[in-house]
């Protein structure tokens, strides 16, 4: 029998009026959790992860930064956590939080190694091709299901559209897509079959790196390969995983998110009837309100240390709160909306382990295509149930909806 997950003892600092990232009203409403830990805690705040375990959660805009910007201080590599030896082998989240031999979780002169390589394969992709493709592929998606009239926009399109760009970025094939998206999806939930997904995206990756050994093409994979750091088949293999769910979970969710958005906020109907504007706003505000990834694991203490007015163990585990800092009231004082174009949010993360930028561009080039192309297909699109009825995902990493049924005037099939 499996031991229970430990939780520390009455007194400790990191159990005290703990929070718990799991349970139906986390999954529901989690920006109420994070503006009552920040009443009580302040700006990071002691939380418990599934099976009883626990962390500090940043909530903190600032504390954030500073966390992400003091990798002397706060490491990225998970195998400094102090609880692994009394943690579960079947521990649902374990996929996310051990340390492997990736650019994620290196440190020092290997990240910058690894870094570079990566950096250099993302810079690849013309953002002008990118954008031509991932119109091609938003137009198909649509034919599958135009002539029904309903259609699910997170399993028939959010989904797929950006996978489906990723898969062209790597070199993979298309039929690759279900797959993918079994894997990554039951990964990031943190559920059963986390671990088994987890070993499934890296055997799907080291295919891919093995073909282009022998056969390289004009693709990610390929530059990875040749590139002067003379990465390994399991360093890329590695690498490679940590972009796909990085790029598809974020994208992803990011367009679920902004189009949640549109069809339940009055102010974004001119954008349903064939507008533009209000795509780029509606996506900047998604990012600040229901930002896909709301939470990542994370950091880990080198050392006893001070954050946010709470005393940190070495070895403790240490989650950054990117919904709860991009509500932060010591940059939204008002409580109100950003002004449109702020582009200040930490949903890509920040410091030498933030979001590369070219990966942030080609996701901004996806969703904003998909969205495009959707409302010029379906311009009377519409919630087909009550905007209450709408599920989000149990997952303490991702702010992400079940589904998103919708209706619309059945369409034509493009030639």
Same mark, same amino acid.
């Given at each position: 029998?499996?031991?229970?997950?430990?939780?520390?003892?009455?007194?400790?600092?990191?159990?005290?009026?703990?929070?718990?990232?799991?349970?139906?009203?986390?999954?529901?409403?989690?920006?109420?959790? =994070?503006?009552?830990?920040?009443?009580?805690?302040?700006?990071?705040?002691?939380?418990?992860?599934?099976?009883?375990?626990?962390?500090?959660?940043?909530?903190?805009?600032?504390?954030?930064?500073?966390?992400?910007?003091? !990798?002397?201080?706060?490491?990225?590599?998970?195998?400094?956590?102090?609880?692994?030896?009394?943690?579960?082998?079947?521990?649902?989240?374990?996929?996310?939080?051990?340390?492997?031999?990736?650019?994620? =979780?290196?440190? *020092?002169?290997?990240?910058?190694?690894?870094?570079?390589?990566?950096?250099?394969?993302?810079?690849?992709?013309?953002?002008?091709?990118?954008?031509?493709?991932?119109?091609?592929?938003?137009?198909?998606?649509?034919?599958?299901?135009?002539?029904?009239?309903?259609?699910?926009?997170?399993?028939?399109?959010?989904?797929?559209?950006?996978?489906?760009?990723?898969?062209?970025?790597?070199?993979?094939?298309?039929?690759?897509?279900?797959?993918?998206?079994?894997?990554?999806?039951?990964?990031?939930?943190?559920?059963?079959?986390?671990?088994?997904?987890?070993?499934?995206?890296?055997?799907?990756?080291?295919?891919?790196?093995?073909?282009?050994?022998?056969?390289?093409?004009?693709?990610?994979?390929?530059?990875?390969?040749?590139?002067?750091?003379?990465?390994?088949?399991?360093?890329?293999?590695?690498?490679?995983?940590?972009?796909?769910?990085?790029?598809?979970?974020?994208?992803?969710?990011?367009?679920?998110?902004?189009?949640?958005?549109?069809?339940?906020?009055?102010?974004?109907?001119?954008?349903?009837?064939?507008?533009?504007?209000?795509?780029?706003?509606?996506?900047?505000?998604?990012?600040?309100?229901?930002?896909?990834?709301?939470?990542?694991?994370?950091?880990?203490?080198?050392?006893?240390?001070?954050? *946010?007015?709470?005393?940190? !163990?070495?070895?403790?585990?240490?989650?950054?709160?990117?919904?709860?800092?991009?509500?932060?009231?010591?940059?939204?004082?008002?409580?109100?909306?950003?002004?449109?174009?702020?582009?200040?949010?930490?949903?890509?993360? =920040?410091?030498?382990?933030?979001?590369?930028?070219?990966?942030?561009?080609?996701?901004?080039?996806?969703?904003?295509?998909?969205?495009?192309?959707?409302?010029?297909?379906?311009?009377?699109?519409?919630?087909?149930?009550?905007?209450?009825?709408?599920?989000?995902?149990?997952?303490?990493?991702?702010?992400?909806?079940?589904?998103?049924?919708?209706?619309?005037?059945?369409?034509?099939?493009?030639?």
């Amino acid at each position: 029998m499996t031991e229970p997950a430990p939780t520390p003892p009455p007194g400790c600092p990191a159990h005290a009026g703990a929070a718990p990232l799991y349970g139906p009203r986390f999954q529901t409403d989690p920006a109420q959790v =994070y503006q009552e830990l920040r009443a009580t805690h302040g700006p990071v705040a002691p939380v418990e992860l599934a099976g009883g375990v626990p962390a500090w959660l940043v909530i903190g805009y600032r504390e954030l930064q500073l966390v992400t910007s003091q !990798s002397k201080v706060f490491g990225r590599d998970a195998d400094r956590w102090r609880l692994w030896d009394s943690i579960p082998q079947d521990w649902p989240l374990r996929p996310m939080m051990t340390s492997a031999p990736s650019v994620m =979780y290196a440190e *020092g002169a290997e990240h910058q190694r690894r870094r570079a390589a990566v950096d250099e394969a993302l810079a690849s992709v013309d953002p002008y091709e990118l954008k031509k493709y991932c119109e091609e592929i938003a137009d198909r998606l649509i034919d599958e299901f135009s002539g029904r009239g309903e259609a699910d926009l997170v399993a028939e399109y959010a989904h797929q559209v950006p996978l489906l760009a990723l898969c062209r970025m790597f070199g993979l094939g298309e039929e690759e897509t279900p797959r993918l998206i079994r894997a990554l999806v039951a990964m990031v939930d943190g559920g059963p079959g986390a671990q088994a997904g987890a070993v499934d995206l890296l055997a799907v990756m080291l295919q891919l790196v093995q073909e282009r050994r022998e056969r390289p093409a004009a693709d990610m994979a390929s530059v990875l390969v040749a590139h002067e750091a003379a990465l390994t088949d399991d360093e890329i293999m590695r690498d490679l995983r940590v972009l796909l769910i990085a790029g598809h979970q974020t994208t992803a969710y990011w367009i679920s998110n902004a189009l949640r958005l549109m069809l339940t906020d009055d102010r974004f109907a001119a954008s349903l009837s064939g507008g533009r504007r209000s795509i780029g706003q509606a996506l900047g505000e998604a990012l600040w309100e229901d930002t896909p990834t709301q939470i990542f694991a994370g950091r880990w203490a080198t050392r006893d240390t001070q954050l *946010g007015g709470q005393k940190i !163990s070495k070895g403790d585990m240490v989650l950054l709160g990117f919904a709860g800092a991009n509500t932060d009231p010591a940059v939204r004082p008002d409580g109100g909306r950003p002004a449109e174009g702020n582009r200040a949010y930490l949903s890509f993360s =920040y410091g030498d382990h933030g979001c590369p930028h070219a990966a942030a561009e080609a996701a901004e080039v996806i969703a904003t295509t998909a969205i495009e192309v959707l409302l010029d297909r379906l311009p009377d699109l519409r919630l087909a149930v009550a905007e209450s009825a709408l599920v989000w995902r149990p997952s303490a990493w991702v702010r992400a909806l079940v589904a998103l049924p919708v209706a619309f005037t059945p369409g034509y099939v493009t030639e």
